[in-house]
C-alpha cells in the first residue's frame, strides 16, 4: 500500500514558477515509476511527466522546455519544476505511482492556478 501527498501548489502570475513535491510513504521500490498527471475543469486528464526508474523521463509535449520532473529515491519523493507557467497550465496535479504490471496508486492533488 501506497499513500502520496503533493504540495506546493497555489496561485502564480504568467512567467512564474513552482515546484511540486510529492511524498511517498509505504513500501516503495526502486523499480516504481512515478510521475504527474494534472485535469483542468471539463478536460480529460493528461499526463504531464513521468520518469521511469532508470531516470528516463517523457514529458507532454505543452510541457517541454519549461517543465523538469526529478526523483529522490531517498526521501521517496518526486518533484516537478515547473517555469514559464502559462494560464494553459491551470489544473489540478496529481501525482502518481505505478508498479510493474499493477494498478496506479493516485495523490489527492493540488491545485495550479497561472493567473494575472
Known amino acids: 500500500q501506497v499513500q502520496l501527498v503533493e504540495s506546493g501548489g497555489g496561485l502564480v502570475q504568467p512567467g512564474g514558477s513552482l515546484r511540486l513535491s510529492c511524498a511517498a510513504s509505504?513500501?516503495?521500490?526502486?523499480?516504481?515509476?512515478m510521475g504527474w498527471y494534472r485535469q483542468a475543469p471539463g478536460k480529460q486528464r493528461e499526463l504531464v511527466a513521468v520518469?521511469?526508474?532508470?531516470?528516463?523521463?517523457n514529458y507532454a509535449d505543452s510541457v517541454k522546455g519549461r517543465f523538469t520532473i526529478s526523483r529522490d529515491n531517498g526521501k521517496n519523493t518526486v518533484y516537478l519544476q515547473m517555469n514559464y507557467l502559462k494560464p494553459e497550465d491551470t489544473a489540478v496535479y496529481y501525482c502518481?505511482?505505478?508498479?510493474?504490471?499493477?494498478?496506479?496508486?493516485w495523490g489527492q492533488g493540488t491545485q495550479v492556478t497561472v493567473s494575472s
Open positions: 502518481y505511482l505505478v508498479r510493474v504490471l499493477g494498478s496506479p496508486y
Open positions: 509505504g513500501s516503495i521500490f526502486s523499480t516504481d515509476t
Open positions: 520518469i521511469i526508474s532508470g531516470g528516463s523521463t
